[in-house]
């Protein structure tokens, strides 16, 4: 069972950043395909970012040009880079993870946008 932890959320005034990270263990972490998602209240969970084990990426359409998802497997950490927020962005943010079938998810982490 994969075991992750979020970080880095926290309140933000629109067109600021933030850089969420999300470390992983208990597995075999640069097999995993990595994934950012977030769920706003009164919302369903949506696709922020993926990246594969070989590094490609993908992103949903409200945040392609604004956000970047990295990883670094010698930490075991995915990372996701937010700039240019908007307060439509103010969502709890989870981390996933998939090989194969199986799948785990963080607890979150809340990032607010607002002035």
């Known amino acids: 069972q994969v075991h992750l932890v979020e970080s880095g959320g926290g309140l933000v005034q629109p067109g600021g950043s933030l850089r969420l990270s999300c470390a992983a263990s208990g597995g075999i972490f640069r097999l995993y395909v990595m994934g950012w998602y977030r769920q706003a209240p009164g919302k369903e969970r949506e696709l922020v970012a993926t990246i594969t084990p070989g590094g490609s990426t993908n992103y949903g359409d409200s945040v392609k040009g604004r956000f970047t998802i990295s990883r670094d497997n010698a930490k075991n950490t995915v990372y996701l880079q937010m700039n240019s927020l908007k307060p439509e962005d103010t969502a709890v943010y989870y981390c996933?993870?998939?090989?194969?079938?199986?799948?785990?998810w963080g607890q979150g982490t809340q990032v607010t946008v607002s002035s």
């Open positions: 996933n993870s998939k090989f194969g079938r199986a799948g785990s």
